[in-house]
């Protein structure tokens, strides 16, 4: 099993939609979940970074972290099509452990 | 602004002639990391330095060298490039070990 699925997609949908994008993970000593947008060709850009069980908010996007089932969510509301990139999450085990773990990426596609 | 900046965006090599890739900071952070990514794949973590301690990641093929002559620079050698090198080289940085990484545009790394 790997240490963190993510489904590759890809995945279409209308602008103005919620988008749902969602990793799960094996290890329970992971604490810190990231995600992250990535355009083609271009670096990864950080979203989000979270640490605990619960939600983050921050514009229209919205993380969400479950340790106890080892699942977490991006949410994006009122997507647009400059929303679409790939959408990769990352996990780390914290303190000396800096070494991200990436999912595989979901492609997000907004049409207008 | 600070940033991670990667040089050169895109490098042409021919099989077996070494080349560096060139990465620079100016937030000043702790950590600097080398990631490879192929196309459709997360990245791969190569090693990282905190602060001049050098960490490879255990399957880092030696062809793969790295040095930080200071707190801004690092350095990504490939002593003989091989066609299954070509891929996206990812520069990122943070302020210490399991804090959130930010990183470079990349540089895609072609092998001819």
């Known amino acids: 099993q790997k240490e963190v699925e993510q489904d590759p997609g890809p995945l279409s949908v209308p602008e103005g939609a919620i988008v749902s994008l969602n990793c799960t993970y094996s290890?329970?000593?992971?604490?810190?979940f990231m995600w992250y947008r990535q355009y083609s060709r271009k670096g990864p850009e950080l979203l989000m970074y979270?640490?605990?069980?619960g939600n983050k908010e921050d514009g229209r996007f919205t993380a969400q972290v479950d340790k106890s089932s080892k699942y977490i969510s991006l949410f994006i509301r009122d997507s647009q099509p400059s929303d679409s990139a790939t959408y990769l999450c990352?996990?780390?085990?914290?303190?000396?452990?800096?070494?991200?773990?990436f999912g595989k990426g979901t492609k997000l596609s907004v049409k207008p | 602004d600070a940033m991670v900046i990667q040089n050169p965006r895109y490098q042409v090599t021919q099989f077996g002639k070494p080349v560096t890739l060139s990465c620079s900071q100016t937030?000043?952070?702790?950590?600097m990391y080398w990631y490879q990514q192929k196309s459709s794949q997360a990245p791969k973590l190569l090693f990282h330095?905190?602060?001049?301690?050098?960490?490879n990641e255990a399957d880092t093929p030696d062809n793969f060298q790295s040095r930080r002559p200071n707190t801004s620079f690092c350095f990504l050698d490939i002593r003989s490039p091989g066609l299954g090198d070509a891929a996206m080289y990812l520069c990122?940085?943070?302020?210490?070990?399991?804090?959130?990484?930010?990183f470079g545009p990349g540089t895609r790394l072609t092998v001819l």
């Open positions: 937030l000043n952070h702790n950590v």
């Open positions: 290890n329970s000593a992971f604490q810190y």
């Open positions: 990352a996990m780390n085990y914290g303190g000396s452990q800096g070494n991200l773990i």
């Open positions: 990122a940085t943070s302020r210490g070990s399991g804090e959130e990484q930010f």
């Open positions: 979270t640490y605990s069980s």
């Open positions: 330095y905190y602060d001049k301690d050098f960490n």
